[in-house]
């Protein structure tokens, strides 16, 4: 069964962000709703969600066109438009009698191998077939998506043994290749995996920082980054979450849990967050939450409450110089110190990893389940189990048995929840055998290879790594993937062993981002000492380095994901193909630390719009790559990156991350048959009229007040570069020619203390400055 | 000499590039439009037409390759007639009438079509491949200077506030509002029809301005300037086309006489300060036509800008019970090519209208020039 039209019932928030994110592999969709009393227009909702979509933050759609895909109508009048579609999800409100009403009517109206889901979050799939026929339990199950669907990576599935397994193997395909999600197998139970541990998780922390006076600042800033926690920590997730939305939760865990679950433990609201939800603090969809944005005297300022009286006041940084260097130290230093807030996250911490360990196999036969679920659901860097073994078992057990707490019996069993076996991911099940942990056909995942074999080469910013079959993977792994001169002689031996002993070259990591750029520091020391002669190096390495790796006889696929910005974004642009994740933010965005892409971005992107086909001229194609390099273009997703043509025909996009590496090994492969490596090109440049013209529009945007002073200059400089210089369209440019100009425009702007002024005001806040 | 007169006016709608009623019509076929229109309209034998020359300040693209040419064989006309098109910028079909009048005086024909055209939405102010002189841009940057700049540099000059140039946009709203709500365009708009849709009604006015609305947009061009879009001629696509002739030829042929063509002019005035240029061009025709200021009863003077209006008539001390009678570029828009026909046009009609003896009508040029035309009742 292919799946290639499908329909949402519920235009609330889920029902439409799932319905953009269906349209976001390319798949039309219906989208229906009620009639509300007294509409005018019946089909009102479904229209009011898909234009809420469009202005959602973070965008919904990866394309601004993908809403086209939606046909939006109502329940009562488009129903039959269903009958051609191969997969219907419900997402209305969790109401069973409202549910299986629906379904009937479903039942009748869609063709027999059509999927009928639910998106419930509470509702067990027991009580939603209940009393429905054979035809329909067949065909149903539960597919539980998490908010905001385009990011989460997470799908809970639940089927019934009466479901046909044909729907299930379907539409985890669907959604594992189409929609990128890891698709986790749950149990019929209560909150299924993610919301079990999560909301545990949550209350824990929220009751606990009540009853020890710890403040929503001090558990937010320990709960987050020190375990691979989101910053939004326990409070800032329950503001995002929706304080109104917790206690229907809580009552349904209530009704459904047996009484023995230690949830009950935790399962009671407190006064305050009652209160809150009362008075319209139900969190940033409401007045605020428990943390707010308040308007003083005009300026927007945060301000936390005070988890005693309920009054807010400003927000303060929670001060943690306690327990910085046992944070430095490692996770047991950081548990077992006696400062409150450490203690605090011990109690939090242990409390929801012991629950975790003792619901094996209750929600899920085996801990890679789980651990997925928490990683993709609620993005934590690492599972329960993972960070178990990175705290230390048995150090975890010890220290339960001191506090005279009994540990599952996952744990008491085992020193080691993960290992490895011949370099094979392995993991425990409860009578303490290890498994291979298994990989679905098409996922290569380059930390398994990480596992299993050692580097070919390595340095401290760079491996290189055989991936199998004739092709070899580049690695950057310095922090946030910056590029140095490590980075480049990495690529430069790379170049030299993958020519005499591989087929191809994929250049690829597994971190969050690809590359965040150049490594400003090195360029801030060179211009602090004006050692004008190392920016210069610097530059002509890296120049020298990408075009060795354009014209190197092999074909060269970059595969990124997440951030690929300035050098980062250079490099991608200097590859055969790129095989791009579709969360893929990618840019030249040079200009806001004052300078301009020096290691041939401005060269190859150039290019790009100098092969455009479309009726132009000289000027257009420099206009357009002026736009794009002057306003530091950074794409919102893969396919933004085609439109603004930072991605080109031959680039493709994976919307699985973890089939990004081998779809890329694929591609490399299919190009490195009768290879040879891009002609030179030829750039035909208008010269300095293009310079005058792109002069003149800076200058008109200077005085309307939307250019900065020093925008004008770091502007003129990237125009000198993209007009081609002195020369002349009858007399183009070599790629040498427009490399030359980057240099000398890059040097030129070095020595401005407008561009060092940009460049420090980044490093030390991460954020461009207008100057 | 012969005398040369005006028998026909007529023009599209005016409606603002990008977002009107015009903007998904190709600006040849809309040219096409009118000038078939015109024909029709004063039932002038095709036969006898020597030119059409067709002004147009940005001839590219769909208004390229010699569009006069093409739009003959658009309209339907016999391929006999020749076509020419020009560039005079804003006054680009106003000089499509003065080369018609210098020709008919040459005795190189009898009768020909004047038009003009623009599609702002469909070709790039500025056209799409716009190629400055490097070498004049570093010795004399003003000759590229942008429209905007040259308004903020006269409401300096002349000490113009921006409350005085509102007053005068919305004085050009209201009068342009009510011309259309008493019927006063319908005679000289021919409906154009875009893929079975009709267009026939102007579509930039703004008859909601309020005082309080233009002092509450930002400036347009200049972060501490004056001028506004509320202040300046809107984007517009539009094209207009005069009827010029001799006056025997009229006679013989019974064509209604709107105005003979007294005197015209051109002139040239520093770039930077173009609004100003209609003062030159204006003494210059007044006295090749023997008149003085005071003896014009109707003026049409192109609204490039509220700033740039306001100027011309602190040199030319014009009564506004004279000036714009039925509104200006402001309120109606500026389609580039076709606004010199259009005022030429519209002069002659309110001659004939306000049963007055001259007219002027007078525009700036981009570039710093200046153009104007003086027309008598006959």
């Given at each position: 069964?292919?799946?290639?039209?499908?329909?949402?019932?519920?235009?609330?928030?889920?029902?439409?962000?799932?319905?953009?994110?269906?349209?976001?592999?390319?798949?039309?969709?219906?989208?229906?709703?009620?009639?509300?009393?007294?509409?005018?227009?019946?089909?009102?909702?479904?229209?009011?969600?898909?234009?809420?979509?469009?202005?959602?933050?973070?965008?919904?759609?990866m394309h601004k066109n993908n809403a086209r895909l939606i046909t939006t109508g109502n329940i009562e009048d488009n129903l039959n438009w269903l009958a051609d579609a191969d997969w219907v999800i419900e997402a209305v409100i969790e109401n069973p009698q409202i549910k299986q009403s629906l379904y009937q009517k479903l039942d009748a109206v869609c063709k027999q191998d059509c999927l009928i889901s639910s998106n419930t979050s509470t509702l067990p799939l027991a009580l939603l077939v209940k009393d429905m026929p054979d035809s329909f339990k067949r065909r149903f199950m539960i597919t539980h998506f998490f908010n905001p669907p385009r990011y989460m990576r997470l799908l809970e599935l639940v089927s019934s043994p009466a479901t046909d397994p044909v729907f299930v193997e379907a539409v985890s395909r669907f959604a594992d290749i189409k929609l990128g999600k890891n698709c986790v197998t749950c149990k019929d139970t209560p909150g299924f995996i993610g919301n079990r541990i999560g909301i545990y998780w949550l209350l824990y922390g929220l009751l606990d920082a009540i009853e020890n006076g710890i403040t929503v600042e001090q558990a937010d800033a320990v709960m987050s980054a020190p375990f691979g926690i989101p910053k939004t920590g326990i409070f800032g997730l329950l503001d995002l979450v929706g304080l109104d939305l917790i206690p229907p939760i809580l009552k349904g865990m209530k009704l459904a849990l047996p009484p023995q679950d230690a949830f009950h433990e935790v399962n009671h609201l407190p006064d305050i967050v009652q209160k809150m939800i009362n008075e319209g603090y139900t969190g940033r969809k409401g007045k605020g939450g428990f943390y707010r944005l308040n308007k003083v005297d005009g300026a927007r300022i945060k301000e936390s409450i005070n988890l005693v009286t309920g009054d807010y006041a400003k927000s303060e940084k929670a001060d943690l110089t306690a327990i910085k260097d046992a944070q430095k130290a490692d996770l047991q230093a950081l548990l077992s110190h006696n400062d409150p807030v450490a203690q605090y996250a011990w109690r939090a911490l242990s409390h929801t990893l012991c629950y975790a360990a003792s619901l094996v196999p209750e929600i899920s036969d085996d801990i890679t389940g789980i651990d997925a679920a928490m990683r993709d659901g609620y993005n934590w860097k690492f599972g329960p189990f993972e960070l178990l073994d990175?705290?230390?078992?048995?150090?975890?057990?010890?220290?339960?048995?001191?506090?005279n707490r009994p540990a599952p019996p996952l744990l008491a069993k085992n020193s080691s929840l993960y290992s490895t076996d011949s370099g094979r991911l392995t993991f425990t099940d409860l009578a303490g055998n290890y498994h291979p942990v298994q990989r679905a056909e098409g996922i290569l995942l380059l930390s398994d290879i990480k596992q299993q074999t050692k580097p070919l080469l390595k340095n401290g910013s760079a491996s290189l790594w055989d991936?199998?079959?004739?092709?070899?993977?580049?690695?950057?792994?310095?922090?946030?993937?910056?590029?140095?001169?490590?980075?480049?002689?990495?690529?430069?031996?790379?170049?030299?062993?993958?020519?005499?002993?591989?087929?191809?070259?994929?250049?690829?990591?597994?971190?969050?981002?690809?590359?965040?750029?150049?490594?400003?520091?090195?360029?801030?020391k060179a211009i602090h000492e004006s050692d004008w002669s190392t920016v210069e190096l610097l530059i002509k390495t890296g120049q020298q380095t990408y075009q060795g790796l354009k014209y190197a006889p092999f074909p060269v696929v970059a595969a990124p994901s997440g951030l690929a910005l300035g050098g980062g974004c250079e490099i991608l642009l200097h590859c055969d193909a790129v095989q791009a994740h579709a969360e893929l933010y990618m840019g030249l965005v040079e200009v806001g630390v004052g300078l301009i892409p020096g290691w041939g971005g401005c060269k190859e992107y150039m290019r790009r719009c100098l092969q455009l086909k479309r009726p132009s001229g000289?000027?257009?194609?420099?206009?357009?790559?002026?736009?794009?390099?002057?306003?530091?273009?950074?794409?919102?997703?893969?396919?933004?990156?085609?439109?603004?043509?930072?991605?080109?025909?031959?680039?493709?996009?994976?919307?699985?991350?973890?089939?990004?590496?081998?779809?890329?090994?694929?591609?490399a492969l299919a190009l490195s048959k009768d290879y040879a490596p891009p002609k030179p090109y030829l750039y035909p440049m208008p010269g300095k009229t293009a310079?005058?013209?792109?002069?003149?529009g800076i200058k008109a945007f200077h005085l309307i007040g939307k250019a900065t002073d020093y925008d004008v200059i770091v502007s003129g400089q990237l125009a000198h570069v993209l007009s081609g210089g002195e020369s002349d369209f009858t007399a183009p440019l070599t790629e040498d020619d427009i490399l030359a100009l980057e240099l000398e425009a890059f040097l030129a702007l070095v020595k401005q203390p407008g561009t060092l002024a940009r460049l420090d005001h980044m490093l030390k806040t991460g954020k461009p400055l207008r100057n | 000499m012969k005398n040369v007169v005006i028998a026909g006016y007529c023009r599209s709608p005016f409606t603002p590039a990008q977002k009107g009623g015009l903007a998904r019509v190709r600006p040849d076929d809309l040219a096409a439009q009118v000038v078939k229109g015109l024909v029709s309209k004063t039932g002038i034998n095709p036969d006898d037409i020597e030119d059409l020359i067709l002004g147009c300040a940005f001839p590219e693209g769909e208004q390229g390759l010699n569009v006069a040419r093409l739009i003959v064989f658009l309209a339907g006309l016999p391929n006999t007639i020749a076509g020419m098109t020009l560039?005079?910028?804003?006054?680009?079909?106003?000089?499509?009438?003065?080369?018609?009048?210098?020709?008919?005086?040459?005795?190189?024909?009898?009768?020909?079509?004047?038009?003009?055209?623009?599609?702002?939405?469909?070709?790039?102010?500025?056209?799409?491949?716009?190629?400055?002189?490097?070498?004049?841009?570093?010795?004399?940057?003003?000759?590229?200077?942008?429209?905007?700049?040259?308004?903020?540099?006269?409401?300096?000059?002349?000490?113009?506030?921006?409350?005085?140039?509102?007053?005068?946009?919305?004085?050009?709203?209201?009068?342009?509002?009510?011309?259309?709500?008493?019927?006063?365009?319908?005679?000289?708009?021919i409906p154009i029809t875009a893929k079975s849709v009709v267009i026939d009604k102007d579509g930039c006015l703004r008859p909601d301005s309020?005082?309080?609305?233009?002092?509450?947009?930002?400036?347009?061009?200049?972060?501490?300037?004056?001028?506004?879009?509320?202040?300046?001629?809107?984007?517009?696509?539009?094209?207009?086309?005069?009827?010029?002739?001799?006056?025997?030829?009229?006679?013989?042929?019974?064509?209604?006489?709107?105005?003979?063509?007294?005197?015209?002019?051109?002139?040239?005035?520093?770039?930077?300060?173009?609004?100003?240029?209609?003062?030159?061009?204006?003494?210059?025709?007044?006295?090749?036509?023997?008149?003085?200021?005071?003896?014009?009863?109707?003026?049409?003077?192109?609204?490039?800008?509220?700033?740039?209006?306001?100027?011309?008539?602190?040199?030319?001390?014009?009564?506004?019970?004279?000036l714009n009678l039925d509104g200006g570029a402001i309120a109606l828009g500026h389609p580039l090519g076709a606004t010199g026909a259009r005022i030429t046009g519209k002069a002659a009609s309110l001659l004939q209208r306000e049963n007055k003896r001259y007219a002027l009508a007078t525009q700036c040029i981009g570039g710093g020039q200046g153009i104007a035309t003086i027309l008598e009742a006959i």
């Open positions: 069964m292919n799946i290639q039209k499908v329909g949402v019932i519920g235009a609330g928030v889920m029902g439409a962000s799932i319905a953009a994110h269906i349209t976001n592999a390319g798949i039309p969709v219906y989208l229906l709703d009620i009639v509300p009393n007294d509409a005018s227009n019946r089909n009102v909702i479904a229209e009011t969600a898909v234009k809420k979509l469009l202005d959602s933050e973070p965008a919904a759609f990175q705290i230390g078992v048995s150090w975890f057990v010890d220290k339960l048995k001191s506090e991936i199998g079959d004739g092709v070899a993977c580049l690695e950057f792994h310095s922090k946030m993937n910056t590029l140095d001169m490590d980075s480049m002689a990495m690529i430069d031996q790379s170049i030299d062993k993958v020519s005499k002993e591989f087929t191809a070259l994929v250049i690829h990591n597994d971190a969050e981002n690809f590359s965040a750029g150049a490594n400003l520091g090195l360029l801030m000289p000027i257009p194609p420099v206009v357009k790559a002026f736009q794009t390099i002057g306003l530091a273009s950074v794409s919102k997703s893969a396919f933004d990156a085609k439109e603004l043509l930072y991605l080109g025909a031959n680039d493709s996009i994976t919307m699985n991350k973890d089939r990004l590496l081998a779809d890329a090994k694929t591609k310079k005058v013209l792109l002069d003149m | 560039n005079r910028f804003c006054g680009s079909s106003m000089q499509a009438i003065h080369i018609a009048a210098g020709a008919i005086q040459m005795n190189a024909g009898e009768v020909f079509i004047c038009a003009g055209l623009e599609s702002m939405s469909r070709i790039p102010m500025g056209g799409y491949n716009n190629m400055p002189n490097p070498a004049l841009y570093e010795t004399f940057p003003q000759a590229y200077i942008s429209m905007g700049d040259t308004a903020e540099n006269l409401s300096k000059k002349y000490q113009i506030n921006r409350k005085e140039q509102e007053a005068f946009a919305l004085d050009s709203q209201k009068k342009a509002y009510a011309a259309q709500q008493q019927g006063r365009f319908d005679e000289e708009i309020t005082p309080e609305g233009l002092a509450g947009l930002n400036p347009a061009f200049q972060a501490t300037g004056t001028v506004t879009a509320g202040t300046s001629s809107p984007l517009t696509d539009g094209a207009a086309a005069v009827l010029v002739c001799s006056e025997d030829y009229a006679d013989a042929h019974k064509l209604p006489k709107m105005a003979r063509i007294k005197s015209f002019a051109v002139s040239g005035c520093a770039p930077e300060i173009m609004g100003i240029g209609p003062v030159a061009a204006t003494h210059k025709a007044l006295s090749r036509a023997g008149l003085k200021l005071e003896d014009i009863d109707i003026v049409e003077l192109n609204e490039a800008f509220s700033a740039q209006s306001l100027a011309v008539l602190k040199e030319l001390p014009i009564p506004l019970s004279k």
